[in-house]
């Protein structure tokens, strides 16, 4: 079946010209060298590099054996060009000359002056042997409960912890400083004694003699007192062409005293989506398959990453040339032309309508709207009809659900009227469009009665219904999800090995809600919030109070008698906190297209790159300077030409490449609510709610405290939890729809579209196309529409009469994928 | 397999009903244990569940030997085990004593209702941002179905607790209904009044029409398993020996009697049924003990359908 493509006839005219999207290969135009800031420490230390060649249409490639790369000062560093790395000579500051064809650049790497013998320190030394030969990995030492009584923290996140196990534990029966070679700690890896792990070391490694060197040195803890403060790894993003090419990725640690350390062999490097690519422990990444793919690289608790595209073949001179409606597009179809993905062609204008209708309003287009939209001949109508949308109430009553979905406005704890108003509260300031950032701040400074003031019912989720105590640790995870799209709840217990934040940055969060206090109503489930003067939350370790402490480092100034959580909110949505409106966009973007540009869409962590950072990036910052208006943000997704793409299969890319970078438009399924309400609107039969007026839509709806059945079983959410609507279909759906009396009732109706239909005296035919246009906004192509005929007339000579034809007919639409699905 | 041992764990035995429980309840890997039995037996379980915190005291933990104002107001009776006892309110329990094991050790620091099922279904504590899966959903997900029917079944109604969560509602159970009602059926399993099995079919064929029509054009995750559970809807609607499953009236009406026709002894025989036709998890929900007023009088029909 062909759908009808009536391109063209729906362009905008905010039409522009794609500066970076061209079949024509770039023109060099320069050279970058990483890592930056190299700090040898002493004489014979080196440093591995990598070169990017930057070209004109703004695609990069990695040149770092083919440019040349002198040393100006070959006293103090030489250049080893066999292993693309900088030897040290003798202190100073050594400048580097790099040349490729026409284009030349001089960088700088300067050598310390420190001791010829360094000693041996436990950090960095000693934990990067632990962590390279997987002795701290989840499946041995650094599993919770260690291994026969040797435990180790998660990739060396704690060292001080894993000296004390290694050195004094068990009465520092794994050191042995009077005969070091006899140590457990040398005899367990060596396989000298029996060891559960196998064969980790040869005598004759480098590791081996680094281990024994400490122990001879006495085994201290940290000598010199320097730690890594940060790792970084270069190139942070590489496009590889063709499986099995490589690149040399270069690990570079930052330490405490200010020099520099080559760290590509002692790092555990991680591959995100080891289908796309593999790395060898010296940092050699090959490419494996067409995708994309995130590489991570971890050591003493910090982490470094690079984002890696392997494309099948270079762009060719036939790749399509594309004109994007605004600046969404131009970042998307960048991205798409340098993976070399082509996007999807426009979507019909019927196809737009019905997708737009579903995103924004929750409800189907009808035929007249249809109608109208489609005969409209200006240039500018799928524009228009988004402002239009915008303005109307559905688009309210829409997306109030999700709202409620991420606030939580749940009946476990809320009950009837509470419950009611604060649906209320979030359809007003949806409707007035208040900024964003506003709202939030109101959210988190909410206090007093529930029943006078609605945002209030935001802390409810948080408090312990028996008990009748609020609790931080239940508000903390939630906030930090909701607006700074930071998965914390993991730091509540432990700090997270693998990311930055740690169990200080939890409680230091938490502590801003230290105050806040709740009293019951008798015998109902009304609620008072209230601040108290004081209040603290004690850290689980030091049990002494923690002071308040926004994500990341800053402690705020805390003037005495204030509302705390005011002074998060305020930090919370400040327009230089790159968190919120981040979080917020993404969140939002999700809703249209499944896949957030950081997916999961409220997982942001440095080993969870977003697919697209200038596009993230750039559309939090339009959103900011929207002034925060939910309505601007919808606009220009809306308008772009990535959300207007078909849903088409294309050939050449991976179906997760294309879904990674918005290539196309991915089939989602309708939301209970809307899928019922969609329902209705085909059969023209409402669906009936107790205790509401006919006609009432399912979003509309304000207390399921019954749910109907079509509801629950569709995945109506649990909101008493933050894990929002599950996508995939049940047993029991199929089974309801198939037999269900929501679907039987409304075909079987007298009063159902069909009555009305074929009381017109309308034919089949007629009544066929008909029941395709209301419920996949089309009309059949004469082959369906014979296929369906014919089909048709074998169950008429069965003896079925006309209406039992049609109500199989309507069955079969409502059960359809096309129907279900929004696409 | 045995299932007519007991009522409470049938299939499954003793000891592993313990290791199941006990590993989830560690927070281990069920997962594994799974796997690790996959090649050698099958796994049936049937939960029986009495919602709403029945108390110990009235049950399985009299504590004979307390101060009066720490035993409840029935008396303990001797079991078949020497030394252990049991409430009063339970004496067909107390006769198979030697064929199950009491943990009267087990407490939950969780104080709502919804809350505390979830942590004793899951083994995991309850988190605001996340669900853990039930048992049965990771018996669905690891073991798959077996003779057509879903691998786990929730007897009589849904219940928050007993769900897929994380894993993905696909793994989510089937609910009957209650057995015990006139003419049970379970919902959206028969065919509408007036359509024959034939008419159905052909339904379906129509409705292939429409999806592969859409299908040349669409490609998804989501349609792939819309259509899988499409698939197995019709299996279980037009296949006899699924639906013979579920039809608790084939049971002999004595052996119905014996269960008691209330809905726990209806559903319990259900369950057994189910079990004994391939399905792998039944849990039985067993309601009304959360009796804060008028204890005695509410716990004693309660517990004298359970017994």
Redesign the interface.
Known sequence: MAKLRLIGSGLLALLFVMPACGAEAGVLKALRLEPEGIVLASRGAAQRFTLTAIYSDGTESDATRTARVISLNPEVVVVDTAHCQFQAKSPGLARIRMAQGKVATVAEVSVRNHPAEMSVNFSPDILSILTTKGCNGSGCHGSPVGQNGFKLSLFGYDGAADYQMIVKAQDGRRVNLQDPAKSLLLLKPTFVEPHGGGRLLSEDSDEYRLLLKWLEQGARQNSSGTRLTKLEMAPTERILVSKGSHQSMVVIGRLSDGTTRDMTREVRYVVGDDVVAEIMSDGTLSAKTPGITTVSARALGQVATAQIGVIQEPVGSDYPHVKGNNFIDELVLTKLHRMNVRPAALTSDREFARRIFLDLMGILPTPEELHRFLEDSRLDKRSRLINSLLERPEYVSHWTVKFEDWFRNCQLHMQGRSMGMFKDWIRDWLAADRPYNQVVRELLTSQGDTMLNPAANFWLPATDFMLKQFSVNKVTPTVSRLFLGVRMECAECHNHPLENYTQDDFYGLAAFFARLRVKHGYGEYRRTWFLENEGDVNHPLTKKPVLPKFLGDAVPPIPGDVDLRAILADWIVASENSYFARATVNRVWHEYFNTGIVEPFDDFRSTNMPTNRQLLDRLARHFVDCGYRLKELHRIILNSRTYQASSETSPGASESVQRLLFARCFARKLPAEVLLDSISQVTGVAHKFRGYPDGTFAKDLYIPDNPDYFLVTFSFPRRDILAGRSQSPTLGQALHMMNGETIREKIESDKNILTGLMHRGLSDADIISALYERAYSRLPSDSELKAIQDDLLVERAAGLDSRQLLESFLWAILNSKEFQLNH | MDVKASCFYSTCRRRDFLKVGALAFAGLNLPKLLAADRNRREISCIVLFQNGGASQLDTFDPKPDAPSDIRGSFKAIPTSVPGTHISELLPRTAKLAHKFSIIRSMHSDE??H?RARQYIFSGTK??????HPSYGAVVSRELGSKNGL?PFVVIPE?D?SAE???L???Y?P??TGNPNTKDFSV??????LGLTL???Q??T???A???S????????P??D??????R???E??SSPAAKRAFNIGEEPEKLRDDYGRTTVGQGALLARRLIESGVRLATVFHGGYDTHVNHEKLTQPLLSEFD
Do not use: C, W
Not at chain 2, 225 to 230: G, N, P, V
């Open positions: 104080a709502i919804e309850p988190r605001n941002e996340l669900l879903p849904k928050l897929a969560g994380f993905g509602s696909s989510d089937f609910v919902k959206d399993l028969t065919l509408p034939e008419e159905a052909a339904r064929h129509l409705l029409m429409l999806d029509a859409f299908k040349n054009v669409e490609q998804s989501v349609i398993s819309m259509d899988e559970f499409y197995k809807a019709f279980l609607i």
